[in-house]
């Protein structure tokens, strides 16, 4: 008799876990919260690496598909200094597959192929050890038994509880993120600037990020160091090295707090943060449509829990962790590796789940640990950090 296995999130992590099985004609079924894929915006690119999101497309058999969609180019990257001196331009070679950037939606509907998603299926709580298997509530009422569950459901997992009691917390750094559509027609001086890839500038404790995704359309990410309540708190801070950047940062017309939805107040207030700045860097605030505020949270470094029969945990759901370009790639490769296992060992599941988490949880420890630092030598109060983590990085 086939497991009953049920993977929760239609993530990066969710979707390669079901495809993998899929290759391996074993049943999965796919419960997402989104009514439709298209339900809300996939988010930005994501850069694929050859060792990890790009092993786990070769697992499911998509990468040919993958070289075919996703921009070698992107990998481009150049950094400036906040007066929009360039320091860095790295360009790719024309034959570099290192890790090249796809679309987060392009990716999901690669992923999604075949798979019969259920849609619209939010699950509310994960009770293991029943009877009959591992119990599952759905938010709107109804219940059903697995003999896997697989939390996929990312950073606010509603598994995670069925098998651990931490919680994500605040890195005290936050995005606001932007976006600039049909750059090349309608602001070539920006898509120059941008180019092929990303542009990167780094200032005392705040940073703006542009990333080109596919179809002209560009994210563009403000970073600050901030505490949580950075825009409702009169007092708010934002941890910089001197008072005179707080005072020309900050305080005008901030005093009241700030609405997040209104789009001219985040933007005047983001202006204010940056002032100083290169106006051609600037633009990329000033053209920005709608601001979306993103506080980063992490699990704890090194995140483990006691194994529970039944249940287990991918990608963001199982170690939360800075976006410093790995957090997808982990996913992936966690979900091709998971389904791997259960497909070759359909007899033992539960030994096949025990042995993965612990090869999951010594990789993604390393990482965990490596972009906790990475985040707090890119947001940072002396700026030549990020330009060195830069050339620690990547190939001159
Ligand atoms: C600004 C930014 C840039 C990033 N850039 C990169 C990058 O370049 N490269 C990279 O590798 N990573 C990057 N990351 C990290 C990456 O986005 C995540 O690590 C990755 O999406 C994790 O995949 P996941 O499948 O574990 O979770 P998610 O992508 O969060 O997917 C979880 C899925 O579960 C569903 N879900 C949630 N709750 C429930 C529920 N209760 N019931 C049913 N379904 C539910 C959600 O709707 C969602 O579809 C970035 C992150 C950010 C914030």
């Known amino acids: ?19 993998v099985l899929h290759r391996h004609d074993h049943p999965v079924t796919v419960l997402e919260r989104d009514p439709a894929p298209d339900a809300r915006p996939p ?6 690496h050859e060792g990890l999101g790009q092993l786990a497309l070769g697992k499911a058999g998509l990468l040919a598909e993958f070289h075919a969609l996703s921009r070698p180019e992107g990998q481009a990257m150049r950094i400036l200094d906040t007066d929009g001196t360039v320091l860095r331009d ?20 690669l992923l999604l192929g075949p798979l019969d998603v259920q849609w619209g299926r939010g699950v509310t709580e994960v009770v293991p050890g029943t009877r009959d298997g591992v119990l599952v509530h759905f938010a709107d009422g109804r219940q059903e038994t697995f003999d896997l569950v697989v939390g996929a459901d990312g950073a606010w997992s509603r598994v995670r509880p069925a098998v651990s009691t931490a919680t994500p917390h605040y890195t005290g750094i936050t995005f606001v993120e932007t976006s600039l559509d049909d750059v090349d027609t309608r602001h070539p001086d920006l898509a120059r600037l941008i180019g092929d890839g990303s542009v990167a500038v780094f200032g005392v404790n705040r940073a703006l990020v542009a ?18 309540d950075w825009h409702t708190n009169p007092d708010r801070h934002l941890g910089l090295n001197r008072r005179a950047d707080l005072d020309a940062g900050l305080e005008a017309g901030l005093e009241a707090g700030l609405d997040l939805a209104d789009v001219e107040a985040v933007r005047s207030s983001l202006l204010a943060l940056f002032d100083g700045w ?3 860097v600037l633009d990329l605030l000033r053209h920005g449509t709608a601001f979306a505020h993103r506080p980063l949270y992490v699990l704890p470094v090194s995140h483990t829990w006691a194994h529970v029969p039944g249940v287990t945990l991918l990608g963001d759901a199982a170690h939360l962790m800075p976006p410093l370009g790995v957090g997808a790639n982990l996913a992936m490769l966690e979900g091709a590796e998971l389904a791997e296992s ?7 599941l539960d030994e096949a789940v025990r042995a993965f988490e612990e090869q999951m949880w010594a990789r993604a420890g390393r990482w965990a640990k490596s972009t906790a630092a990475g985040l707090e030598r890119l947001v940072s109060p002396d700026p030549t950090e990020a330009l060195a983590l830069f050339d620690e990085l990547q190939p001159s």
């Open 90 to 109: 790295w360009q790719p070679r024309p034959d570099d597959r290192a890790n090249p950037e796809i679309d987060r939606g392009q990716l999901r509907d």
């Open 1 to 19: 008799m086939r497991h009953r296995i049920a993977v929760i999130g239609g993530g990066p992590a969710g979707l390669t876990f079901a495809r």
């Open 278 to 280: 290169a106006a051609p």
């Open 211 to 228: 990333q080109r995704n596919s179809g002209g359309h560009v994210k563009v990410y403000a970073q600050f160091r901030a505490p949580l």
């Open 43 to 48: 988010g930005g690119t994501l850069d694929l």
């Open 342 to 348: 259960v497909a070759a060992a359909p007899g033992d």
